[in-house]
């Protein structure tokens, strides 16, 4: 282990990577520099920014990222062949302290794929750490599966990556197949018997499929391991990644049993997690640890009568702790720029006088419609604002609908396409089918709806709905949100956003259009 401190552990945050896998993630670049920001100001250890390689999109995050960096290594992802790592290298060199990671899948299932042998494979790995080495002083490297990998295998690539010049080797449960026990032991074996293994850091990445992902990290860490992989929100393809938050915190509020701490400031948790939420587009589950909205809220009489009488009753760390102001004033028609400036501050955005005007428009007709304007609503009147300004070809300009318990439904729809409005009325099994058939009747599109989910943005008849759109064409995904007091409308905006997205990404041609087009099997 390089480090001074022993039970310093750095957190490794691959939100813009292994979270922007996730079908229907993708951020802009804006998003992406905005997010990054974020994470380097709250402490994280080292930025995995993108994927070079995959599009010309992530070259441009990760050289920028890597350019604007205040203290975090900022790292990019090359599969193991020399082509992949020298575009990574040409996007991190610009950061003060730049690093590749390079990767191979080492189980029986992953080495079938590009049909190497064993020999062949050791040989590859030895090769392509080497060139990275010779390009950067700080490579890490990952045996993919690692956790399916038979145990001599693992052990002899580990050995060969530490001696070709891999200063940090992380241990993937690419498939979130291994448990706590299982986790602490491998690093713990590893680290006991590799040569050389003293001299580097080892790294836990763990997936969620079983819902061990946290609980595996910080058991990893128990092992030996001092580098922990996490993005914010869990976020990441399947069930996701561990959850930045949740390691962070465990080691904070436990670290009676758990006698590691982080660089990070927990503060600012909630603000990143919202902000990813939003760009993501992949909304926290209420119920989920540390960044829910019910993570602090009380609802049962007996817990609320605890929590006036001592907080820590039924709280084991305080809202505080993770950035959440308890100061809640609740905006109305009568609240005015200045207040909705501050409160917006409070929230995580700061806007030049020309957006707030534009927001105060907005802001003041949702107030007009309800009585109360919670900090949600306020959030989802944010993620509305900031569409993609150009890449609109289609616009909601009017839609009224017939429903109740007589069929057919019907909407009655007006779109602006290419900046002409066009006019049609369509039927449908309810108002929302009613609306999207009326959308295909004036722009006739292939696109499939994956996902349709509508969520209520704070309690009552008169609360906002944020409707979640996810439509798929030709193995592209785009997904659009919006929020209304008005499901149907909400509905229908979604919609369109996310046809408006999906045909900026149908415009484009693989590889560069998204990084989900890029095979991991490309080993060569
Ligand atoms: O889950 C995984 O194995 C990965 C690798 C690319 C490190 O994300
Ligand atoms: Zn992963």
Not at 195 to 217: E, K, Q, W, Y
Not at 253 to 266: A, E, N, Y
Not at 308 to 336: C, Q, W, Y
Request: proline share 3%.
């Amino acid at each position: 282990m390089t480090q001074t401190d022993p039970n310093r552990v750095l957190i490794f945050d691959t939100t813009l990577r292994d979270g922007e896998q996730s079908p229907g993630a993708t951020m802009t670049h804006e998003e992406k520099l905005e997010i990054a920001q974020l994470l380097d100001e709250m402490g994280v250890d080292i930025i995995e920014a993108g994927f070079p390689i995959a599009s010309e999109g992530d070259f441009a995050a990760v050289s920028e990222i890597a350019k604007q960096a205040q203290t975090a290594t900022i790292c990019g992802l090359a599969r193991a062949n020399f082509k992949d790592i020298d575009r990574c290298w040409e996007a991190v060199k610009h950061a003060r302290s730049p690093r590749i990671h390079t990767f191979i899948g080492t189980s029986p299932l992953h080495r079938a794929i590009p049909n190497l042998t064993m020999d062949e494979m050791a040989d590859r790995i030895h090769d392509t750490v080497t060139h990275a080495r010779n390009l950067c002083d700080n490579v890490q490297w990952s045996p993919m599966d690692a956790t399916r990998t038979e145990w001599d295998y693992l052990k002899r690539v580990v050995e060969i990556a530490i001696k070709a010049g891999a200063t940090t080797i992380n241990i993937p449960d690419t498939v979130g197949y291994t448990a706590p026990v299982e986790s602490a032991d491998l690093i713990r074996r590893l680290i006991a018997e590799v040569p050389g293994a003293d001299d580097v850091i080892f790294a836990t990445h763990c997936h969620n499929d079983l819902g061990m992902a946290t609980a595996n990290s910080l058991a990893a860490v128990a092992g030996g391991a001092r580098q922990i992989e996490c993005t914010i929100n869990g976020l990441g393809e399947r069930a996701g990644n561990t959850a930045l938050e949740e390691v962070v915190m465990a080691l904070k509020v436990r670290h009676d049993i758990m006698p590691w701490s982080t660089g990070v400031d927990t503060t600012k948790i909630m603000n990143i997690s919202r902000r990813v939420a939003t760009v993501s587009g992949f909304a926290v589950q209420y119920n989920k640890a540390i960044v829910g909205k019910n993570a602090f809220a009380h609802e049962s009489g007996i817990h609320q009568d605890g929590m006036l009488k001592n907080a820590e009753t039924f709280e084991i760390m305080r809202p505080a702790d993770v950035g959440l102001t308890e100061t809640n004033i609740v905006m109305g028609k009568h609240s005015g720029r200045a207040a909705l400036r501050s409160k917006l501050k409070n929230l995580g955005y700061e806007l030049a006088d020309n957006q707030l005007n534009d927001m105060f428009v907005r802001f003041k007709a949702l107030a007009d419609r309800k009585k109360e304007v919670f900090d949600e609503d306020l959030v989802a009147l944010m993620r509305d604002t900031a569409v993609e300004v150009g890449n609109e070809r289609i616009q909601v300009k009017f839609l009224r609908v017939i429903c109740g318990t007589e069929a057919p439904q019907s909407a009655d729809l007006t779109l602006t396409i290419d900046g002409k409005d066009e006019q049609v009325t369509a039927t449908g099994d309810g108002p929302v089918d009613a609306t999207f058939n009326a959308v295909k009747k004036l722009f006739p599109h292939e696109a499939v709806l994956q996902l349709y989910q509508i969520n209520a943005v704070t309690e009552g008849t008169d609360a906002q709905a944020t409707v979640h759109v996810r439509l798929e064409q030709d193995g592209r995904i785009a997904t659009g949100q919006s929020s209304d007091t008005d499901t149907v409308v909400a509905s229908a905006k979604a919609y369109v956003t996310a046809l408006n997205r999906l045909l900026v990404r149908l415009g484009k041609t693989a590889p560069d259009a998204d990084v989900k087009g890029i095979s991991y099997k490309d080993v060569g």
